[in-house]
């Protein structure tokens, strides 16, 4: 199975080593985020689901060891982080209780300042390898929604929601981007494939299926703008 680029997220308020990082990451076929604050780390990690994250500890915001423990104790089925986001520390603190400490909070590998590229590039290709085989890799989170691309399984708080095929091509189609509305012509010919007259009508009974399957705790999923299409989300997710 061919797999989409790495999105690996940078966080490090050095501009420098920052731009050296994107430029050279990218130059290497990565997707990359970069955040300059723990603060903006965090936002991503929320809204744009990197694959990892290179971490400078010292931030201006908040220490990086506290940054990492806020991925690990993120809550699985109601959080929008990955708790298993695979996070290496680069970091120029650089004895071994620094490293320990790094270790302790969760990080999955730490390299010290002044780094070589290239070992530093190694260690990104071996994280990414072991996370992407683990199972749930690639699993998508949209607040308490959470969609594996694999198994095509689906669960809303932890529970297993059972969706047609078509059901979940659409719930994939609008989780893309869960705040844009997707007019009806985009959504027939992204799941259905064509554009044919009376065709709203089937798009029209499936998003209704797909909302009430997704309705059991009062959430808006799969809201309907009338008159255009449909998004997945009312507004943001608490
Ligand atoms: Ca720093």
Redesign the pocket.
């Known amino acids: 199975m061919e797999l989409a680029p790495a999105t690996i997220l940078v966080v490090?308020?050095?501009p420098i080593?920052r731009a050296f990082l994107v430029d050279n990451l990218t130059a290497d076929g990565f997707e990359l985020l970069a955040a300059e604050s723990a603060a903006e780390a965090e936002n991503l990690m929320e809204s744009a689901y990197p694959d990892l994250a290179i971490l400078?500890?010292?931030?201006?915001d908040r220490d990086?060891l506290d940054l990492i423990r806020r991925v690990r104790t993120s809550g699985r089925e109601a959080g929008r982080i990955d708790p298993d986001l695979p996070l290496l520390v680069l970091?120029?603190r650089a004895t071994d209780l620094h490293r320990l400490r790094g270790f302790d909070r969760g990080c999955d590998d730490y390299v010290t300042k002044p780094f070589s590229y290239h070992e530093l590039r190694a260690r990104v290709a071996a994280l990414l390898r072991r996370s992407r085989v683990r199972p749930g890799a690639g699993r998508r989170r949209i607040g308490p929604l959470e969609l594996d691309p694999v198994s095509r399984r689906v669960w809303l708080y932890g529970d297993e929601v059972t969706l047609s095929n078509k059901e979940y091509a659409l719930l994939c189609a609008l989780a893309a981007d869960p705040i844009r509305v997707f007019t009806r012509e985009e959504l027939l010919r992204g799941v259905w494939g064509f554009r044919a007259l009376g065709a709203t009508r089937t798009l029209d009974s499936h998003a209704f299926r797909l909302r009430r399957k997704l309705n059991h705790k009062g959430d808006r999923f799969v809201v309907n703008v009338w008159g255009v299409g449909y998004r997945l989300l009312d507004g943001a997710v608490s």
């Open positions: 490090e308020d050095e080593t400078d500890l010292g931030l201006p990086g970091s120029g």
